[in-house]
C-alpha cells in the first residue's frame, strides 16, 4: 500500500524536524486532522505509533553521526532528544544489537574501507544490477547518508542530461520456483527529489520470457521530491511461472533512494495490483468491412 496523504505530510514533518522536540499537537496543526485520527491512521498504516516511528527515524540518524562525525555519545543522545546516554544506548541496542561504541568502532573501519573502494562501490552494489534504456547516463550508489533502515540506502540517478524517454533502473531477478502458486507481495521504501517519474516495479515471467504479470505504478507514479514513502506490489505466481524481476524504476531526471525491500508470501485475500490492459480493449471486434 501507498501511505495516506495524511500519514505523508506526518512523516514528511517529522524528517524536517528530527533534531526539534515534536508534540502531537505540532503534527495535528500541520496535517489538519484530530489527534484521534491521525494516531489511528498512522498506526494502521506505518505499524508504528507516532513516537515509536520518531524515536526509530532518529535512531537511523545516529548511525550516521556515529559513523560520519567525531560528536561524543552524550551529544548524539541529546541531539536526539533522549533523556540520559543509558537510554540512547537502551534503545540502540534493540534496534542494531549493539551499543553504540561498538557500532561507532566497527562500522567506522567498514566505512574507511568502502571510502578507499569508492569507486567500486559506485558502479556495483552486490545483487543488484543497473538496467534500462540508457543505463550510461545513470548511476547507482550506497548512500550512508540518507537512508530509512539500517545504516545505508541505494540511490539511482541521472549523471548526464537525460529525457523524459530514457530510463534506467536498479533491478533483481530470480527463479520462480519457490513462489509457484502463491501470491507474492514486494515492499519497500522511496525518497525522491526532483523526479519526472519514478516507482517500485516487479514482473512474472513464463518459460518463453512472456509477461504473465506486471506492475510499475505506471497507474500511481511517483514524481517531484517526496519524503520516505512505503509502496507496495502483489502479483500471482503462477504454476508456468519460471523467473521474477523487481527493482526500482527513474525516468527521466532526478534522483530516487530506496531501502528496506522485502518480498513476501501473502493470501488471496489480499488483492493484486496487476495492471490489466483488458478494460482498455473494446469488447467486440469494430469496423471489420472498413466502412469507417
Known amino acids: 500500500m501507498q501511505y495516506s496523504e495524511t500519514t505523508q505530510k506526518t512523516i514528511c514533518f517529522i524528517e524536517t524536524h528530527l533534531l526539534d522536540k515534536i508534540q502531537l ?26 513516537g ?12 550516521s553521526l556515529l ?19 543509558e537510554a540512547f544506548t537502551r534503545a540502540f541496542k534493540e534496534i542494531y544489537s ?6 561507532r568502532k566497527l562500522f567506522s573501519l567498514i566505512h574507511l574501507k568502502e571510502e578507499n573502494n569508492k569507486m567500486t562501490k559506485e558502479t556495483i552494489i552486490h545483487g543488484w544490477i ?7 547516463h545513470y548511476q547507482m550508489t550506497l548512500d550512508q547518508q540518507t537512508f530509512h533502515t539500517g545504516h545505508q540506502s541505494a540511490l539511482l540517478k541521472n549523471i548526464s542530461d ?8 536498479i533491478m533483481q531477478q530470480f527463479q520462480a520456483e519457490k513462489y509457484r502458486g502463491k501470491r507474492l507481495k514486494l515492499t519497500c521504501y522511496i525518497k525522491t527529489e526532483d523526479v519526472e517519474k519514478c516507482g517500485a516495479w516487479m514482473r512474472v515471467d513464463d518459460n ?8 510499475n505504478m505506471d497507474n500511481r507514479p511517483i514524481t517531484g521530491t517526496n519524503e520516505w514513502n512505503h509502496y ?25 533512494w530506496m531501502d528496506g525491500f522485502q518480498l513476501v508470501e501473502v493470501s488471496e485475500h489480499v488483492p493484486t495490483t496487476n495492471l490489466s490492459f483488458q478494460e482498455s480493449l473494446p469488447k467486440e471486434p469494430q469496423n471489420l468491412d472498413f466502412s469507417e
Not at 559513523?67 to 546516554?85: G, N, R, T, V
Open 25 to 50: 499537537d505540532d503534527l495535528t496543526r500541520n496535517v489538519g486532522y484530530s489527534k484521534f485520527h491521525l494516531i489511528r491512521v498512522f498506526k494502521q498504516e506505518t505499524g508504528r505509533t507516532i
Open 52 to 63: 515509536e516511528y520518531i524515536r526509530f527515524r532518529r535512531l537511523a540518524l545516529a548511525v
Open 67 to 85: 559513523i560520519e562525525s567525531d560528536e561524543s555519545i552524550l551529544s548524539i543522545a541529546f541531539l536526539l532528544h533522549f533523556q540520559s546516554q
Open 98 to 103: 549493539l551499543p553504540p561504541g561498538k557500532y
Open 130 to 136: 543497473l538496467s534500462g534504456s540508457a543505463p550510461e
Open 162 to 169: 537525460v529525457n523524459s524517454q530514457q530510463f534506467a533502473t
Open 208 to 215: 518463453n520470457g512472456d509477461v504473465l504479470q506486471f506492475d
Open 232 to 256: 507496495t506490489i502483489v502479483l500471482d505466481v503462477s504454476e508456468e511461472s519460471m523467473s521474477i524481476h523487481f527493482g526500482v524504476l527513474l525516468i527521466g531526471k532526478g534522483k530516487v
